[in-house]
């Protein structure tokens, strides 16, 4: 079945980018010249997703507006004659259909994801965090559309870590049956030390059969009071296939205050405009650390 929908969560509540994260929404936060946000929608236009689905939370409107169309805004950039600007503007609002849904407490993100089931109904879907972003030649989610489309079972996104980052991480272990893809056998969030030699950690991006959300309906709270969707995954591994893919690219956790530093240095050295002045104030600075 050809996969439509993307969902994603954005109801969190940002406390490792606090004071930042307040009253904007971290997702908001601006990498280079547009939000966190907008480079993930944008992934999502590029992999051929028609339907947005954004869960969100009390405080999060400005995510929402963001994507919207601005009536006054477009109009004075075109009285005063900024075209370009105008039709950047008017570009936001038209990239994709976005339907939100409200996660009324921050139960988690399998609590967050099992709130779209009406919405998402009974088809594959993807899911990709609001502030877990990608830099790639081929967007990571077209990647795994790729993938998914031989395999037509749920896809984690994998990347390795260093053995002594992944407590930070959910962990899978597995067969690999073929260059960069691993058949999930096992799966661990945030294991303790010890309890595997595994370093393939799953980062933001999931293909899901719909099945997810039955077993996400019956899971008990664990970790931190949350609905852990690591529990959920697990479960649907055990009764249908699941696959783990080492994506092609870099992500960057820009929901951490390291991560979207180093994401702001990776796109801007990239940035089509400002990449080359950057790079060289990069160099200049580099001599003197
Ligand atoms: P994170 O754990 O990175 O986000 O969740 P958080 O809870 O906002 O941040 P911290 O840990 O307090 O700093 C990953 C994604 O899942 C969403 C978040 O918005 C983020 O995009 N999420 C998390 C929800 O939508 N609902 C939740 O209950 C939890």
């Not at 477009?74 to 609002?93: F, N």
């Not at 990709?128 to 984690?156: A, H």
């Not at 950690?201 to 899901?208: D, H, K, S, T, V």
Request: with cysteine; glycine share 8%.
């Amino acid at each position: 079945m050809k996969i439509t929908k993307a969902v994603i969560p954005v109801a969190g509540l940002g406390t490792r980018f606090l004071p930042a994260s307040k009253a904007i929404p971290k997702e908001m936060l601006t990498i280079v010249d547009r939000p966190t946000i907008q480079y993930i929608v944008e992934e999502v236009v590029a992999s051929g997703i028609e339907e947005i689905i954004l869960v969100t939370s009390e405080g999060k409107s400005a995510i929402e507006n963001h994507f919207d169309y601005d009536f006054e805004l477009e109009t004075v950039l075109k009285a005063k004659g900024k075209d370009v600007l105008c039709e950047e503007i008017s570009h936001i609002s038209n990239l994709i259909d976005i339907v939100s849904v409200r996660q009324k407490k921050p139960l988690g993100l399998g609590h967050a994801i099992w709130t779209t089931r009406k919405v998402v109904g009974n088809q594959p879907f993807v899911v990709l965090l609001g502030d877990d972003l990608v830099l790639s030649d081929t967007p990571c989610t077209q990647q795994m559309i790729e993938l998914y489309d031989d395999c037509q079972e749920s896809i984690v996104a994998i990347q390795r870590v260093p053995l002594d980052q992944t407590s930070q991480y959910g962990i899978v272990e597995g067969e690999r049956v073929r260059e960069g893809v691993v058949r999930v056998e096992r799966m661990f969030e945030k294991p303790k030390p010890g309890v595997t030699t595994s370093d393939l950690a799953i980062i933001g991006r999931y293909i899901l059969q719909p099945e997810i959300f039955e077993i996400l309906g019956g899971i008990q709270p664990g970790h931190g009071g949350e609905i852990q969707l690591t529990d959920a995954l697990l479960t649907l591994a055990h009764r249908r296939p699941m696959y783990a893919y080492e994506f092609k690219g870099t992500r960057y956790d820009a929901g951490d205050k390291l991560g979207y530093l180093k994401a702001i240095i990776a796109f801007a050295l990239r940035h089509p405009t400002l990449g080359k002045e950057f790079r060289k104030h990069i160099k200049e600075i580099c001599v003197d650390l």
